[in-house]
């Protein structure tokens, strides 16, 4: 899965506001347990770079003091954690029980047809991915999904609901 | 009309505010711990209050408490378990979104009687609008002085943080919490020693649900004894449940508990009855971990006596024919569910979120996700049955966590209570994949033995 992404151009240098965000984390923890902050920092990151490159990931065990190891082995353990590049926009419809119950199986095959790409892979114009992902823990408002950075949730959905949404994204896109 | 101890003032505008949530009397368990009370006092009061942890595993809250060791010179540390991902449950979402202030406030109380200077609340890292809505209501917390050096002049000093998860069903196992919140990949610990002796940075620790820390308010409130007279037995206090799958109302309900299962499906106070005027064919009571029972059994016991929504109850006939309260995830199947389809759903589920670490977790949790595919897309056979249960037994019991027993439970019950649906897939797999057995025998009656004279 870790794969260096030798054709992209990758940030490598962390903005001011991201270093001054570390440092916010950072002085939650008592001395010496900065590690601690790994998995907000990484959250911090990909929040900014869409997805954690293997030099980002090295820049933060730097900045932590940390082996590089001690950052990939918890990139690749979390689910929220990106190891490659995805569309602007992923789109996480919850797929366990309680969602299938009342129809997640259906969203995903909507979403599967409207945009044309299979699970994980990105649309031609780099705008959306989506992919199933495990509880949501929002099972009476099912079915649902949620759009990273900022985890925005949508509930109760319906294919027209999907459909409306993608337009809004589009439409938001290219503002 | 069941008596609310924690979800009182929840349509009150505004009561995610500390100056609404303050206005309805909140913050005045913190001000009466912290001027009145002891440590050990509030301790307690916990303990007479009977409050059992809210997480799953239904464990004493204060007698967790009072194991937390207390070397001298040596940090301790309150953890708030918010990383639920048992699939069923949403509650804590539920109280962390609209009333956070009340696990704020539960969180100093816990910490106060702890001797906690630093705590934690461990947030599932998909929520993060509900970790804003918390870091808010700390804010505003701390600048009423309800937090930070000398809390309300007492001489009390407490920092609250919130913390991020990274998407692991795992890290909802305290051990494996601990080491998230270390940094670390989510791997549970092996115990002893418990995280009262060596849990954060190998420091004394106590973790505890969100509901189980918002209880504690209440019990301060109004004094342990007095909590403990709600509910019913062992089962004291009210529940939070969450309530999903085919119900007319599905949502976040707060229970007396003790009521009957019956009134909480169909009462219009509740749940409402079924979706779309189906009938009722299953019912998975406490989260996916727990056993599933046909309609039948979850409204009464094998006795035939109404079921109820207590932690003794819903434990009634075992494993054999009953289930348990776990997390309260209370998941209804209407008439046109399958059972097989489910059953694989949950083990696959299982089987992606199993750490790794245990053999007998991370193997078997693959190997019935694959028997159940083949058996839910018509290519199963009969002694898949029974594989099965050989597979989830030897999981069971021989894992670090308890995942591997919740990987297990799901399955080994679902054939006990369904075994003919799953047959009828081996035995008509062209059906099978057109059409669902419904609903059957599952909420016939069931045949009560005559009493032994």
Not at chain 1, 127 to 148: D, N
Not at chain 2, 100 to 113: F, N, R, T
Not at chain 2, 263 to 277: H, K, P, V, W
């Amino acid at each position: 899965m870790l794969s260096v992404q030798n054709n992209t151009v990758v940030q490598a240098e962390f903005s001011a506001g991201l270093l001054s965000q570390f440092a916010d984390m950072v002085s939650r923890y008592p001395e010496g347990k900065q590690k601690s902050a790994l998995l907000p920092v990484l959250h911090a990151v990909q929040a900014e770079q869409g997805w954690l490159s293997v030099p980002a990931m090295d820049r933060v065990a730097d900045y932590l003091q940390i082996e590089p190891i001690e950052v990939y082995e918890v990139a690749t353990f979390y689910t929220m954690y990106f190891l490659r590049p995805q569309g602007k926009y992923m789109l996480e419809v919850c797929r366990t029980g309680p969602c299938c119950l009342v129809g997640a199986e259906k969203i995903m095959d909507h979403l599967e047809q409207k945009l044309g790409v299979k699970e994980g892979d990105v649309t031609p114009d780099g705008l959306f991915s989506w992919r199933g992902v495990e509880c949501l823990a929002a099972c009476g408002y099912g079915p649902v999904l949620q759009i990273g950075p900022e985890y925005t949730f949508y509930e109760n959905l319906t294919p027209q609901l999907v459909d409306q949404l993608i337009i809004d994204l589009k439409g938001k896109a290219n503002n | 009309m069941s008596r609310k101890l924690l979800l009182e003032h929840i349509n009150v505008p505004g009561i995610n505010t500390f100056d609404v949530y303050r206005s309805k009397g909140g913050y005045a368990s913190v001000e009466k711990a912290l001027k009145t009370m002891s440590a050990d006092d509030v301790v307690e009061e916990v303990k007479k209050s009977g409050l059992r942890g809210r997480g799953g595993a239904g464990f004493p809250t204060g007698m967790k408490w009072s194991f937390l060791a207390k070397p001298e010179g040596v940090a301790r540390y309150l953890v708030c378990n918010a990383d639920e991902s048992e699939p069923g449950t949403f509650k804590d979402r539920y109280l962390m979104t609209h009333i956070p202030h009340l696990l704020v406030e539960g969180m100093i109380i816990a910490s106060y009687a702890l001797g906690a200077k630093a705590s934690y609340i461990y947030v599932r890292g998909e929520m993060m609008p509900q970790i804003r809505i918390l870091e808010k209501a700390i804010v505003e917390a701390r600048n009423a002085g309800f937090l930070g050096k000398n809390i309300l002049g007492t001489g009390y000093d407490l920092e609250l943080y919130v913390q991020p998860g990274g998407g692991a069903y795992i890290c909802g196992e305290e051990t494996a919490l601990i080491e998230s919140l270390e940094g670390k990949r989510g791997n549970p610990r092996i115990k002893p020693p418990f995280p009262a002796i060596a849990g954060l940075y190998g420091c004394p620790t106590v973790v505890n649900n969100v509901e189980s820390i918002a209880a504690v308010v209440p019990i301060i409130r109004d004094g342990g004894d007095e909590y403990a007279k709600v509910g019913v037995g062992r089962s004291t206090g009210t529940k939070l449940i969450s309530a999903g799958g085919n119900l007319k109302k599905p949502g976040v309900y707060e229970i007396e508990l003790g009521m009957p299962v019956e009134e909480f499906i169909y009462s219009d106070e509740y749940c409402g009855g079924i979706a779309n005027g189906k009938r009722l064919k299953a019912v998975v009571a406490g989260g996916s971990s727990v056993p599933v029972l046909p309609a039948n059994l979850i409204l009464k016991t094998a006795a035939n006596e109404a079921r109820l929504m207590s932690y003794e109850s819903l434990a009634d006939g075992g494993f054999a024919t009953g289930t348990m309260m776990g997390s309260g995830g209370f998941i209804a199947f209407d008439e046109d569910q399958c059972m097989v389809r489910n059953t694989w759903n949950f083990a696959r589920f299982y089987h992606h979120e199993s750490c790794g670490q245990c053999s007998p977790c991370r193997e078997g949790t693959g190997w019935m996700e694959k028997v159940l595919h083949r058996l839910e897309h018509g290519h199963g056979k009969l002694s898949d049955m029974d594989l099965l249960v050989d597979v989830s037994k030897k999981i069971e019991g021989n894992t670090i966590c308890p995942l591997g027993d919740a990987a297990a439970w799901p399955v080994a019950s679902a054939i006990r209570h369904f075994r003919d649906e799953f047959e009828w897939h081996v035995n008509n797999p062209a059906e099978a994949v057109q059409r669902n057995y419904g609903l059957a025998h599952y909420a016939d009656p069931l045949a009560i033995a005559e009493p032994v004279s």
